[in-house]
């Protein structure tokens, strides 16, 4: 029997507010256990609480992003269950009128990791819808040892988004990209770091198989304590090949439970049933107030909205020739994809700037922008970013400004430096702040291009080295490389490689 996968996603995300989702308490995250505490978040009675405007106005940006709706009219309900890590013995969250429904985000199902490729074939999208997004609290964070249970009530009460997907992934792939497309979203809009180890990104998965061609949907395994985005390919995988074998022995999943990723084994692992949502008699929170959104206020939001990574990646490659992958890691950080920008711009005024090169600053930019893209993608992807990573820069902490970039991308574009010259230039730039062509000057990198500087080394190399002549004359041409290396060692890296091949072709 062929069997089809249908998985659905649960996301929690914590979101960078100031203070907590229904008291002034600070939501920053602390290194003394329960020092971020008050009676509201501790549950204490006769306190009341408030909502937070703050984090309702990133539920309504996060939501618009999604493509939901947004609700004219959306209100917070008591989930009532009793746990230690919930002081109250309810958690306030939203029931029947959450604040968004029937969104969606499109995926690439045929890149890698459906993040790059042509993001504006219409065949090569994936829409995966949204159920809804509703606003909640969190618990606390609980910690436990053989001996005892500790808990940190710090991280009770921070706002969370939680976002319900329909069933629409196939495979864990599909899942994996939509929450590292999620993630991305949150740091353009500067909601929430996302950060999955921190736990400010939480991926429930609810699993089920059904035979190829049935359209019934069977009982669900959800699967909690999914932490990275390897394990939720990898919990996926697991729980799908273990659901499987049940089929198969005939004897398939016939009530619905809760299983815990264990990711030291690389196995999932029953918890309990699954809780039904009468089990937790909603009731609307009588202590907190409706909130409503007019159609005004909710077209604010959206002429408020930034752009979003799937439009800049998509931007970046039609305006700019990126590749979809190289698209894909110049968007990855917002910070990232505006200083390429600001080289860009600055590019353009340094090629308009340059002696002997004619016409309009965009007629000159149409003529170079192909070999002036690859120059920016090489040297940003492959030297720039893991020179940062080496050196222990965080890019916030960058000393290279947009201009100096671009002036150390055009000193390349010209010619006057090689290769191994510009990477020690651009090591001293990181380290230092220094414009490139004062680096270039103080430390004598300039390329040696000059025919008749080339032609006294070239010829001294020749004579001190007769026997490697001979070979090459006998047809050994991989000789030639040979008497490269000679010159640049002669010119300590300075030589215009090209040339001095060039160079050395004809004198051989």
Known sequence: MKLETIIGLELHVQLKTKTKMFCSCSNAEADQPNKNICPICLGHPGVLPTINQEAASMA?????????????????????????????????????????????????????????????????????????????????????????????????????????????????????????????????????????????????????????????????????????????????????????????????????????????????????????????????????????????????????????????????????????EESKILTEEKKLSFYVEQIISELKDWLHSLEGIEGTEEEIWNRNKKKIIKLVTGWIINKFLPLLDELKIPLTKNKITAENFAEFITLIYQNKVNSAAAQMILKQMAKTGADPSHVMDDFDLSQISSEKDLASIIQKVIKDNPEQVEQFKAGKETVLKYFVGLVMRETKGKADPKKTEKLLKDKL
Not at 62 to 76: E, H
């Open 60 to 324: 309504i940006r996060v939501a618009l992003a999604l493509n939901c709706k947004i609700a004219n009219f959306t209100k917070f309900d008591r989930k009532n269950y009793f746990y230690p890590d919930l002081p109250k013995g309810y958690q306030i969250s939203q029931y029947d009128k959450p604040i968004a429904e029937h969104g969606w985000i499109a995926i690439n199902n045929k890149a890698k990791d459906a993040l790059s490729g042509r993001l504006d074939k219409e065949d090569e999208l994936k829409r995966i819808g949204i159920i809804r997004l509703h606003m909640e609290e969190d618990s606390a964070k609980s910690t436990h040892s053989d001996k005892d249970s500790l808990i940190d009530y710090n991280r009770g009460g921070t706002p969370l988004i939680e976002i319900v997907t329909a069933p629409h992934f196939s495979t864990p792939g599909e899942a994996k990209a939509f929450a590292q497309e999620l993630r991305l979203i949150m740091r353009h809009l500067e909601i929430s770091d996302a950060d999955m180890e921190k736990g400010h990104l939480r991926c429930d998965a609810n699993i089920s198989l059904r035979p190829e061609g049935d359209s019934n949907l069977y009982p669900k395994a959800e699967i909690k304590n999914i932490n990275s985005f390897r394990s939720i390919e990898r919990a996926m995988a697991h729980e799908i090949e273990r659901q499987t074998i049940l089929w198969r022995e005939n004897n398939p999943p016939t009530t619905e439970e809760t299983r815990g990723w264990d990711d030291a084994k690389g196995q999932t692992v029953s918890q309990r049933t699954k809780e039904q949502e009468h089990d937790y008699r909603y009731f609307p929170e009588p202590d907190l107030p409706p909130l409503t959104f007019t159609e005004k206020q909710i077209d604010e939001f959206k002429a408020e909205q930034h752009e979003l990574p799937q439009d800049k990646r998509r931007r970046f490659m039609d305006m700019y020739g990126f590749t979809g």
